[in-house]
Each structure stands twice: as C-alpha cells, then as structure tokens.
C-alpha cells in the first residue's frame, strides 16, 4: 500500500518535473503566473487557424477570455499576450499581488516574444499558467488517493435507516 502511493507520488513527480523541464526549454524560463490573484480572468491564449473568420491557413493567437481579455486575434503572440497582461489587471484580487502579477506577466511574454506561425508561444505561456495548479491539484490527488487506499465502507445494521442525520455513522476509517 505505501509502496504504490511511493510508486504514484513518483510518477506524478516525474510528469511534473518533465514538464516543468519543458518550460524552461520553450524560453519562459521557470516564470509562472498564479491564476488565483486574477479570480475574474482566464488567462490561457490560444493558437489555431481561421480565428473571427480569417482563411483556414492563416494562424493566429487569441485569448481564451473572450469577455474580460478581449483582443480579436494576431499573428504575433506577444500582441496578444501584452494586451491580456494589462487587461488582468481588472481581475479582481489584491493590488499587490495584481501589480506583482503584472509585471511577471510582461516578463513571460518578452521572454516568448512573437513566436509568429507556430503555437509554439501559446504553448509555453499555457504551461506557465498551469504548472501552479498542477501542483494545486497534485496535492489534492495524492491526499485522495492515500485516503481511498485506507479507507472501507462498512455496511449499516439492517434496522439502521441511512437519513441526513445519521449517515456518517455508516462509514469508518480503518
């Protein structure tokens, strides 16, 4: 049992890690941008073709928050990227954080720059954005996975009506 959560955490850690390696490789250079100071705002930017009915050939980035990052789309990602930096900062969240976060985010997409014709920008920016709730979310797996390893229903007595009063005495830890 603890050998396989060792064996999960492992795994988990070596995704994360390869990961984050890749990160650095793509030119953003470990910087990452906590989403939970911009609660109002998705800041992922996407890459694909034909974006507000351009030809299928041509590529362009956007941001994925149409409603509070809006921009239209451009060739070169850093448009793209400048303009949702400075829109985050109508997201909610503490004006400290904001201007920190702000100023990281104009780091980040200097340090992609135009990353024109390929996703390859959009990309690196996204991972930025998500390696923090990879983290986030790790925790939270292996915490449940450690809990369902351990934990065993036990069935109720027969006379035992399972109500919203009562139902917690129907399961225990072992």
């Given at each position: 049992?603890?050998?396989?959560f060792?064996?999960?955490?492992g795994?988990?850690f070596?995704?994360?890690?390869?990961?984050?390696?890749?990160?650095?490789?793509?030119?953003?250079?470990?910087?990452?941008?906590?989403r939970?100071?911009?609660?109002?705002?998705?800041?992922e930017?996407f890459f694909?073709?034909?974006?507000?009915?351009?030809?299928?050939?041509?590529?362009?980035?956007?941001?994925?928050?149409?409603?509070?990052?809006?921009?239209?789309?451009?060739?070169?990602f850093?448009i793209?990227a400048?303009s949702?930096?400075?829109?985050?900062?109508?997201?909610g969240?503490?004006k400290?954080?904001?201007?920190?976060f702000?100023?990281?985010?104009?780091g980040?997409?200097g340090a992609?720059?135009?990353?024109?014709?390929?996703?390859?920008?959009?990309?690196?920016?996204?991972?930025?954005?998500?390696?923090?709730?990879?983290?986030?979310?790790?925790?939270?797996?292996?915490?449940?996975?450690?809990m369902?390893?351990?934990?065993?229903?036990?069935?109720?007595?027969?006379?035992?009506?399972?109500?919203?009063n009562?139902?917690y005495?129907?399961?225990?830890?072992?």
């Amino acid at each position: 049992m603890i050998s396989d959560f060792i064996q999960l955490f492992g795994l988990l850690f070596l995704v994360s890690s390869s990961q984050f390696t890749q990160i650095q490789a793509q030119g953003c250079k470990g910087v990452t941008l906590e989403r939970s100071v911009i609660p109002n705002c998705n800041p992922e930017i996407f890459f694909g073709p034909g974006i507000n009915k351009r030809g299928p050939n041509e590529f362009t980035f956007a941001p994925n928050d149409t409603k509070t990052l809006d921009h239209g789309e451009a060739f070169a990602f850093n448009i793209i990227a400048e303009s949702s930096c400075d829109k985050m900062r109508n997201c909610g969240g503490s004006k400290n954080l904001i201007e920190a976060f702000h100023k990281k985010c104009k780091g980040l997409s200097g340090a992609i720059g135009g990353s024109k014709k390929d996703g390859a920008g959009a990309d690196c920016w996204n991972a930025a954005v998500r390696y923090l709730n990879l983290f986030c979310c790790l925790a939270i797996l292996m915490n449940a996975y450690f809990m369902l390893r351990n934990y065993h229903a036990t069935p109720p007595p027969p006379p035992v009506k399972i109500t919203q009063n009562n139902w917690y005495k129907v399961w225990s830890y072992n």
